[in-house]
C-alpha cells in the first residue's frame, strides 16, 4: 500500500545544516513534495521535485531523491531559528486519479542557539 | 496568490453537536479536500471534491459528511461532534488535471468538542 514515513524529530544549532529524511512506498509517485508549517498555521508548499531528476536546490534548500531506495531528503543550510517548524513530506502516487497526495507523519524541526 | 480561508480558527463544541466547518478559495480550483491533522499521525484525508456537488470518501470518512454547493466552498459536517472528533482541521484546494498538483491550505480549524 501507499505510505510515507519520516522521523518525527530533529534538533540543530542554529547555523548548522539540517537534513530531514522520508521514505516512501509506490515506486510509480510523480511527484514528492516537501511543505513546511509554522505553529498555529496552514502547510505552505517549500518545494517539489519529479520523479526523474535527483537533485533540486531552491536557495537555502536541497533536495535529493533516490528512486532505487526510495528515498527524499530535503537539506536546509544555515538553519535559521526561523526554520523551526514542522516538515511535511508527500507523495503524488500514479493511481491517485483525484489528485490524491499521501502525507507522512511530520518531521518537528526546532533550532536552538 | 492562491487564498484559502477557513471560517473560523478555533471551534469549542458540546458533544452531540452539529457543527459546520467552512472553507473557500479563490482560485477557481476544481479539487477541495478536507484532511484532519492529528500528532504523530500527520495529515489524513477525510473527503475531497473535484466539482460542484461531487464528493468521494477519503481514508476516515466516518462520522463526517461534506457539502459542495459552489465551486468556491466547501464545507465540512460533523453530524453530531464526539470527543474523538477534537482534532485541527485543514482545508486544501488544487487544479485538476496540473500535472504538479500543488496543494493549497488553509489556516487550519482548531476543534474541541467537549
Known amino acids: 500500500g501507499e505510505d510515507v514515513e519520516q522521523s518525527l524529530f530533529l534538533s540543530v544549532r542554529e547555523g548548522d545544516s539540517s537534513v530531514i529524511n522520508c521514505t516512501y512506498t509506490d515506486s510509480s509517485s510523480t511527484y514528492l513534495y516537501w511543505y513546511k508549517q509554522e505553529p498555529g498555521a496552514g502547510l505552505q508548499l517549500l518545494t517539489y521535485i519529479f520523479s526523474n531528476m535527483d537533485m533540486k536546490q531552491d536557495q537555502r534548500l536541497t533536495v535529493l531523491l533516490n528512486k532505487k531506495d526510495k528515498h527524499l531528503s530535503l537539506r536546509i543550510a544555515d538553519t535559521q531559528t526561523g526554520d523551526s517548524a514542522i516538515y511535511f513530506c508527500?507523495?503524488?502516487?500514479?493511481?491517485?486519479?483525484?489528485?490524491?497526495?499521501?502525507f507522512g507523519a511530520g518531521t518537528r524541526l526546532a533550532v536552538h542557539p | 496568490d492562491v487564498k484559502v480561508t477557513q471560517s473560523s480558527r478555533y471551534l469549542v463544541k458540546r458533544t452531540g453537536e452539529k457543527v459546520f466547518l467552512e472553507c473557500v478559495q479563490d482560485m477557481d480550483h476544481e479539487n477541495m479536500f478536507w484532511y484532519r491533522q492529528d500528532p504523530g499521525l500527520g495529515l489524513r484525508l477525510i473527503y475531497f471534491s473535484y466539482d460542484v456537488k461531487m464528493k468521494e470518501k477519503g481514508d476516515i470518512p466516518e462520522g463526517y459528511s461534506v457539502s459542495r454547493e459552489k465551486k468556491e466552498r466547501f464545507s465540512l459536517i460533523l453530524e453530531s461532534a464526539s470527543t474523538n472528533q477534537t482534532s485541527m482541521y485543514l482545508c486544501?484546494?488544487?487544479?485538476?488535471?496540473?500535472?504538479?498538483?500543488?496543494?493549497?491550505f488553509g489556516a487550519g480549524t482548531r476543534l474541541s468538542v467537549l
Open positions: 508527500a507523495e503524488r502516487p500514479a493511481s491517485g486519479g483525484y489528485n490524491k497526495l499521501i
Open positions: 486544501a484546494s488544487s487544479l485538476r488535471g496540473g500535472a504538479k498538483n500543488i496543494q493549497y
